[in-house]
């Protein structure tokens, strides 16, 4: 059977199927990736100082918590065939406005950090002040992003960037004497558990726009309907075991600084750990990790929480928004650049907001489970598996207690 492409040519099926497996694994990149930003960077060094190898118990929630959303929300999104915003829409109307609006401002305050943070990277390489270097980031940024072909520049310059990362933290933890049975140990049995560190890492990891960059990324490659739910999982599960990775091998090169005696610097604690692995030539390493993270974060935030304000559901409607895209993108960018040349201090807002799309990821997952079980919005042969909504509610009901525990705790 074949179909036909919009050009009116027939399409093969196995082209198609290429074309959606490429879309799944951008998908994994671009969220995993969007995931290990700056923000990531700093919560994770920031806690691990402050609890050591408890850390690593908030570190193992936060990998249960994401297998749960993205494999719910992936699912949903690509079943119904719609954005998050306009299914959310279709739940309740009105409803999407609200996700728009609390995904799309986190996206944007992350960004500021996100950007902020690949500056600092590239004045930790090259000496150029972090605000010249945000500019030049955000130029860089703008080019991929609204270039022709820009999926195809996005996922390729992601997976760049990954292999970055991946490489320079397997060196850092090679020179290190890393506690792993600590690790191990306190990971299933910490002697404290901190929940304000559990609801910053997992909303800084899989809250707000982060938890559907992969699924609109699928979405965008032409995914749609049951028929490519295997895309889903293939997408979703290849993203989470690269952050999943990623987390882990950061939080044990902090262990092993934090274990050897070493301070971490509160103004600047993922440095600390890199410097104090490997000296001066670990300092320059973490400005290529921090550019790369950086980097990859202004990518996934900019793309997604744009999308979040596209609520076309026909190809014209699509043409339409097509046309705002690029000046939309340019402007999302072009603020946060903007507030961070002029205002600066990414740390700060880096682990606010993180605790912010904390709060965000129960509203944002409630409403996608009420929309699962609805046959309107998700056809009628269709039925979401019960351990998926069971353990949806479940991870609901855990970052609302979570988000409520971290408030009193502030108080």
């Not at 749609?224 to 993203?239: F, H, M, P, R, W």
């Not at 990775?245 to 103004?267: C, N, Q």
């Not at 002029?342 to 700060?348: E, H, M, N």
């Amino acid at each position: 059977m074949q179909k036909h492409s919009k050009n009116g040519v027939s399409e093969l099926p196995a082209t198609h199927d290429k074309k959606l497996r490429s879309a799944a694994i951008g998908g994994a990149f671009l969220m995993a990736m969007s995931a290990v930003g700056p923000g990531f960077l700093t919560q994770t060094a920031t806690f691990t100082g402050q609890l050591g190898a408890d850390f690593g118990f908030a570190i193992l929630i936060c990998i249960l918590v994401d297998i749960v959303v993205q494999l719910n929300i992936w699912r949903i999104i690509v079943v119904a065939g719609k954005r998050a915003q306009v299914v959310a829409n279709d739940v309740f109307p009105g409803l999407g406005y609200l996700l728009s609006a609390l995904v799309a401002i986190g996206g944007l305050f992350f960004n500021i950090g996100n950007v902020g943070g690949a500056g600092l990277g590239l004045n930790v390489l090259f000496g150029i002040s972090p605000q010249a270097g945000a500019v030049l980031i955000g130029i860089f940024s703008i080019i991929v992003l609204v270039i022709k072909d820009a999926l195809k520049a996005v996922d390729r310059t992601v997976q760049v960037l990954a292999a970055i990362i991946v490489l320079v933290l397997i060196y850092i933890l090679c020179v290190m004497k890393v506690p792993y049975q600590t690790a191990v140990v306190h990971t299933f049995k910490p002697t404290h558990i901190d929940f304000y560190s559990i609801l910053t890492i997992v909303g800084g990891t899989v809250g707000g726009y982060i938890s559907f960059a992969g699924g609109h990324r699928l979405l965008a490659g032409g995914a749609s309907g049951q028929k490519d739910i295997k895309y889903v999982n293939e997408g979703a599960l290849t993203g989470i075991g690269l952050a999943s990775i990623v987390r882990v091998m950061l939080f044990l090169a902090g262990l092993a600084v934090v274990t050897a005696g070493y301070k971490l610097d509160p103004a600047n604690p993922a440095a600390s750990i890199f410097k104090s692995a490997a000296g001066n030539f670990g300092y320059k390493f973490f400005g290529l990790v921090l550019i790369a993270a950086g980097l990859s974060s202004v990518l996934g935030s900019t793309f997604t929480s744009v999308s979040f304000l596209d609520y076309a559901v026909s190809k014209k409607g699509n043409a339409k928004f097509d046309q705002f895209r690029s000046w939309i993108t340019i402007g999302f960018i072009v603020f946060a650049t903007a507030i961070f040349y002029f205002i600066g201090q990414p740390a700060k807002v880096l682990v606010v907001v993180g605790a912010l799309n904390g709060f965000i990821l129960p509203i944002a997952l409630g409403i996608l489970l009420v929309a699962a079980h609805k046959s309107k919005i998700m056809g009628s042969d269709y039925h979401h598996p019960a351990w998926l909504t069971w353990t949806g509610w479940i991870v609901v009901a855990f970052m609302a207690y979570s988000s409520i525990a971290a408030v009193m705790k502030l108080l």
